[in-house]
């Protein structure tokens, strides 16, 4: 072997060992997050799980005009009434604010709409704890603006927290569909046409002793549309992070979950979607979404 070959080689190895060092620092590095934050943040006292004040929908929105007809549709035809939704207009550049306005005057009885506008663009996370603030209900389910629910995810998620006593996160898997417009599914856009009894769907659970030995952001999946919690859990965590640098991955959606999931148990659907996501259709929303 020639010096320059060896060093070739040499170098390919060296580089491969430091990124896999590097992967291995940044996975562990997540499970002792996720234990700082969990001795920091153990409530005093057991929380509240009420059904009382009903649920509300959260719906971030920016620059996604296009798809609203789509995202009002999946509201509209929900087999569990009554709810409410709240839109939260993220100072887009679009036509985003004046089709919140009218299609909110067009859903049916039984939907309580509020629509709010940020005073500027303040990224995905501002605009979800703002909602979720506003919120009456005591249960909160997040639907991003560009995707789409099945028609009966609020009728099956109640039923399901409510069968799962200790539950205070509860998220699925989804279909993934592109282009304008609802999904086309054979299935009629039904869970119970896949899985006819919501309290028997498999579920995934993991507690607060299993969430601190999390290596990985994808440890615990779910999709964000569909992603509901308790109002009370929402608080104890201190909300979604809107700056990146408090995070403990990235994404602000993964990291509220980890955050939850570290104080609370929780559970995913992975067998059963319920809903659909829509590839390709993500905007820019800047350092905080």
């Known amino acids: 072997m ?40 153990w409530p005093k006292q057991p929380l509240e799980r009420s059904f009382e004040k009903g649920i509300a929908v959260i719906v971030p929105c920016y620059n996604h005009a296009a798809y609203l007809e789509a995202t009002f549709t999946c509201l509209a035809q929900q087999t569990y009434r009554p709810f ?95 282009g304008y417009g609802c999904p086309a599914d054979e299935e ?17 659970k993991y507690t607060p002793t299993n969430a601190v030995h999390f290596a990985h952001p994808n440890d615990l999946n779910m999709t964000h549309s569909g992603t509901t919690f308790f109002k009370s859990a929402w608080q104890a965590v201190g909300g979604y992070y809107a700056s990146r640098l408090r995070r403990i991955v990235i994404y602000s959606d993964r990291d509220f979950q980890l955050r939850v999931a570290a104080l609370f148990p929780v559970a995913v659907s992975m067998e059963v979607p319920f809903g659909y996501w829509r590839d390709g259709s993500s905007v820019d929303q800047g350092l905080n979404s």
């Open 2 to 41: 020639t010096k320059e070959i060896f060093q070739t080689y040499y170098k390919k190895v060296q580089t491969s060992l430091i990124n896999r060092l590097g992967i291995y620092l940044k996975h562990r590095v997540i499970g002792l997050q996720l234990q700082w934050f969990q001795k920091t943040h």
């Open 84 to 178: 409410e939704v709240i839109f939260i207009e993220d100072h887009s550049s679009d036509d985003s604010y004046n089709r919140l306005k009218r299609f909110s005057a067009e859903l049916p009885l039984g939907i309580k709409t509020t629509l709010l506008q940020t005073p500027k663009n303040s990224g995905q996370a501002f605009a979800i704890n703002l909602g979720v603030e506003m919120a009456h209900a005591s249960i909160c389910m997040v639907l991003n603006d560009d995707d789409y629910l099945m028609h009966d995810t609020l009728e099956a998620t109640i039923e399901i927290l409510a069968h799962h006593s200790n539950l205070f996160l509860f998220g699925a898997t989804c279909k993934l569909f592109q």
């Open 188 to 204: 009629g856009k039904l869970i119970r046409n896949i899985y006819p009894s919501y309290t028997s769907i498999p579920l995934i």
